[in-house]
């Protein structure tokens, strides 16, 4: 019975690695997720200013 225990434990502690490691990767997966949707987030802004800067300048100049 000793014996069985102890390949139990072995198999729970492979388990619980795996399980582990599987959480790290997410957790790296996500964040260099999140870090790109940072930054599409900002160029999209970016983008949008100067598309509206743009729209401005041609509705001052069409008001002269």
Known sequence: IRAQLVEQQKCLEQ????RVQLLQ?????????SE????YS???EKLAER???KTRSTK???QY
């Open 51 to 53: 598309f509206m800067a």
């Open 36 to 39: 790109i949707e940072m930054e």
């Open 25 to 33: 990767d997410l957790q790296d997966f996500f964040r260099k997720k």
């Open 15 to 18: 388990q619980t690695d795996m």
């Open 60 to 62: 001052d100049h069409q």
């Open 42 to 44: 900002r160029n999209l």
